[in-house]
């Protein structure tokens, strides 16, 4: 499995930037995002990453309020002009999506942990999120399998849930859902 690489430029990069590169790069399985003006590149997903991805994509599909939308990587959040990530899941409300973006915060951010995302999706990319405001930050660990949930709370993200294995959970925010770690998995 490869690892993820920041791209050396001279000075922070922008969205502008991003789209120059993604452009050069045509058609490629390669992430390109933007954190705070360094771009990261990660490796195509495995198996279980894409597994446990689309089973709680589907699940959270299937609970969701009209009014709120779930889409899977790749897809732009915008959070300024250095920062465009592409969370594995995101729940959007409808009104604040565009066809290319979303330009603000989610209400909820989905990131499965591998061994070249972890340590970014843990640190810089959750605070990022919280910074801008997005209510709920989860994720997933197909390996354990677990499931971590924060919700922010007067500026700052509480874990809320921690499931591992069979241990099914109930959560309200963003929407009521029940979930089981270890079904995510079930391909």
């Known amino acids: 499995m490869g690892t993820m690489t920041v791209i050396p430029h001279a000075g922070p990069m922008t969205r502008e930037d991003l789209e ?3 452009s050069a790069q045509g058609e490629s399985a390669i992430r390109y995002e933007l954190l705070d003006g360094s771009i990261l590149v990660t ?8 597994t446990a991805a689309f089973g709680l994509a589907r699940l959270l599909h299937e609970h969701k309020p009209h ?26 409300r409808r ?3 565009t066809d290319r973006n979303l330009p603000t915060a989610p209400v909820l951010a989905v990131e499965v942990l591998s061994p070249s995302t972890r340590r970014i999706d843990l640190t810089l990319k959750r605070d990022r999120f919280r910074e801008a405001g997005c209510a709920s930050y989860w994720t ?14 007067e500026g700052t993200y509480e874990r809320v849930v921690v499931a591992q294995g069979d241990q099914p959970v109930a959560v309200t925010t963003p929407f009521p859902v029940r979930l089981t770690p270890s079904a995510l998995l079930a391909d």
């Open 67 to 92: 009014e709120l939308v779930v889409l899977m990587a790749p897809f732009d959040v915008d959070l300024s002009e250095d920062t465009s990530l592409q969370p594995d899941i995101l729940v959007a």
């Open 43 to 50: 490796p195509a997903p495995g198996r279980w990453h894409q």
């Open 140 to 153: 997933v660990d197909p390996l354990v399998p677990s499931v971590t949930m924060w919700e922010l709370q």
């Open 20 to 22: 120059e590169l993604r």
């Open 95 to 97: 009104g604040d999506l």
